[in-house]
C-alpha cells in the first residue's frame, strides 16, 4: 500500500467517525478544495500506473467546472502539452446525445419508442433470432436489448463507414445473439442505427441534427464528429501501449457507426452537458429547450436487466456490491451505501474516457485519456468515493412540503396523550383501524418519559413530499417520530411509528 493509500484511509477514518452536522453550501465548498491535492494525487498516480500519454479531467459542483487539470501530451512527436482546449475523442460516451436525440423526436411527435426499427430501416425487415421473436424496436436500440451480440472491439472498426455499406451490411444479413425484449447485451450497431433513424426522420445526418439541437444550444462550441475539423493545435492523438512504448494510433474517420462513438470535445464542453443532466430533478423552473426535465429523467432511469456485482470494493477497500442497469445511452449505478451514479465510459483504438454524475450530491467528474481502452470508469469511481469520505458530502435534502409540516406540528401537539386524536381531522380512514388509541398513548407515554422535558422539536427530514421523520431532543434521551401521508387530498397520516434514540 502507497503512504497515500495509508493517508487516505486514515483521513476517511477520521471523517467517518465524526459527528455529522448540517453544511452550508460555502462550507461543503471549502471542504471539496481542501481534497482537491488527494484527488490531483490519484489521478496522477493513475496516469503513471496506466502508461496515459495524457489525462485531462474536471470536477462539476453546483453547475459548474470547480476544478480541472491536466497532465502530460496530446501529440508526442510534438510534445503538445493537454490543456482545457485540448480535444479528445469520447467513443462510447457519444451514445447519450444519440439518445438524447431520439427523445428530443419522441417528444416532437415524429417517432415513437415502440416503432418497429423496420419501418426506418427496411433492410431488416423480417430478420429475427426464431420465429416467435417480435419487432426490435427503437426502445430496444436505446437500451441495448434488441438481440444483438455485444460487438467490441468489432463495432469500433466500423467508425467511419458510409451509409450504403452499413445499409448493405444489415440487408445481407444480421446475426442474433437471443431474442430481442429478455437480456442486455451492449451493441455498437443498434446505436449506429438510431444515427440512421435520426437521419430517416429529420432529412439531415445525425451530426449536423445534434449539433444544432444539442450542442450549440447547450454551448458546447469546442465539440466535433469529425476530427478533421478539430484545430491540429487543440486535437488529441490517440496511443496505445505496446512493448514498453507508446505506438500512434491512426484517427478513425466519421462515418455512420459515429453515433455510437465518434465524438470529440473538450473538458470545458462536456462539463456543459454534465451539468444539464444533474438540471434533471422535478422544478417549476422553465423548461430548457434542448428537452424536458422529464424526458432527460426519463433518459436516466435503469430501464433493464440489473446485473449485480458482489466483488466490488470502494476506494476504502471494502466490500461494497452495487446493482447496475441501462437507462437510454447511460449506465445506472446503485452502491451499497444507496448512492446513484449515472454516466458511461468510452473506449476506442487510442482512447479511454468516462464520465459520472451523483444526482443525490450535486456533483460529477469527467476524466479523458488518449490511451487505447484507459481504465476511466475505475478511476472515476475511485474519485467520487474519495469525494463523498474526504469532504463528508450529504444527499441532496427534499424541500419540505407544507403538508409535512403541518401533519408535524398537529402530530407534536397531540403527543404524548393522544387525547382527542380520533377527533382531529388529521388521520387516514385506515389509521384507528390498524392503530389502537390506548397501545399508542401507553408507547408514547412511555417514551417521554425516559425523554425527560423536551427541548427542542427538531426539523421534518422528508423522505419525500409525503413521508417523513423529525426528532425530539429530551434532557435525557431523544425520541424519533416518523410518519406516512395518505394519497388522498388533503394528505393524512395512515402510518405512524415512534422509538427512543439515545444520545
Known amino acids: 500500500m502507497t503512504k497515500l493509500s495509508y493517508y487516505l484511509l486514515g483521513i476517511i477514518s477520521f471523517c467517518v467517525l465524526q459527528k455529522v452536522s448540517a453544511q452550508s453550501s460555502a462550507e461543503q465548498m471549502a471542504k471539496i478544495k481542501a481534497a482537491l491535492p488527494i484527488i490531483d494525487q490519484i489521478c496522477k498516480e493513475n ?5 496515459l500519454p495524457s489525462l485531462v479531467y474536471g470536477l462539476v459542483v453546483d453547475g459548474q467546472i470547480v476544478h480541472f487539470n491536466a497532465l502530460g501530451v496530446t501529440n508526442l512527436s510534438e510534445k503538445t502539452p493537454a490543456s482545457q482546449q485540448s480535444v479528445y475523442r469520447i467513443a462510447s460516451m457519444s451514445k447519450s446525445i444519440t439518445a438524447m436525440a431520439i ?7 415524429k417517432l415513437q419508442l415502440d416503432d418497429p426499427v423496420h419501418k426506418y430501416i427496411p433492410e431488416i425487415k423480417g430478420q429475427k433470432f ?9 426502445r430496444h436500440l436505446l437500451t441495448h436489448a434488441a438481440g444483438f451480440p455485444e460487438d467490441n472491439p468489432w463495432g469500433d472498426r466500423q467508425l467511419a463507414i458510409s451509409d450504403d455499406t452499413m445499409l448493405k451490411m444489415f440487408k445481407k444479413g444480421i446475426s442474433f445473439s437471443n431474442t430481442p425484449g429478455v437480456s442486455y447485451e451492449y451493441s455498437n450497431m443498434g446505436f449506429a442505427m438510431l444515427g440512421y433513424i435520426i437521419k430517416k426522420v429529420t432529412g439531415e445526418t445525425y451530426q449536423n441534427y445534434t449539433i444544432k439541437h ?15 475539423k478539430v484545430p491540429k493545435s487543440q486535437l488529441a492523438l490517440g496511443y496505445r501501449w505496446i512493448d514498453d512504448k507508446w505506438v500512434e494510433q491512426p484517427m478513425l474517420g466519421d462515418g455512420a457507426y459515429g453515433a455510437m462513438g465518434g465524438m470529440l470535445t473538450t473538458i470545458e464542453d462536456f462539463g456543459k452537458y454534465m451539468t444539464f443532466h444533474l438540471s434533471a430533478a422535478s422544478s417549476d423552473k422553465p423548461e430548457s429547450k434542448v428537452l424536458k426535465r422529464s424526458s432527460l429523467r426519463e433518459m436516466q432511469q435503469p430501464w433493464n436487466f440489473a446485473l449485480l456485482n458482489v466483488e466490488n470494493k470502494n476506494a476504502q477497500g471494502n466490500s461494497c456490491p452495487f446493482v447496475q442497469a441501462y437507462g437510454y445511452g447511460l449506465r445506472w449505478v446503485q452502491d451499497c451505501e444507496h448512492n446513484i451514479n449515472i454516466g458511461h465510459s ?6 479511454g474516457s468516462n464520465w459520472k454524475i451523483l444526482p443525490q450530491y450535486g456533483i460529477g467528474f469527467v476524466s479523458f485519456a488518449n490511451r487505447t481502452y484507459a481504465p476511466a470508469n475505475a478511476l472515476n469511481t475511485q474519485i467520487m468515493d474519495t469525494l463523498i469520505a474526504l469532504a463528508d458530502l ?3 435534502s427534499w424541500a419540505v412540503s407544507e403538508v409535512l409540516k403541518e401533519r408535524q406540528k398537529q402530530l407534536v401537539s397531540l403527543l404524548p396523550s393522544w387525547e382527542k386524536a380520533e377527533a382531529s381531522g388529521i388521520f387516514a ?6 392503530y389502537f388509541t390506548n397501545s399508542l398513548k401507553k408507547e408514547a407515554e412511555a417514551i417521554y418519559q425516559k425523554a425527560g422535558k423536551i427541548m427542542r422539536v427538531g426539523e421534518m427530514m422528508p423522505e419525500n413530499a409525503l413521508r417523513g421523520s423529525f426528532m425530539l431532543e429530551g434532557e435525557n434521551t431523544n425520541i424519533k417520530i416518523s410518519f406516512t401521508l395518505s394519497p388522498e387530498k388533503p394528505a393524512l397520516i395512515q402510518e405512524y411509528h415512534i422509538s427512543e434514540v439515545k444520545k
Do not use: C, V
Open 47 to 51: 496516469a503513471e500506473k496506466n502508461h
Open 103 to 109: 427523445l428530443q423526436l419522441r417528444d416532437a411527435g
Open 429 to 434: 380512514e385506515n389509521f384507528f383501524l390498524d
Open 346 to 351: 468510452g473506449g476506442l483504438p487510442g482512447f
Open 214 to 228: 444539442i450542442l450549440k444550444p447547450l454551448g458546447m462550441n469546442n465539440t466535433y464528429w469529425d476530427y478533421t
Open 394 to 396: 450529504k444527499p441532496i
Open 130 to 138: 426464431s420465429i416467435d421473436s417480435p419487432e426490435i424496436t427503437i
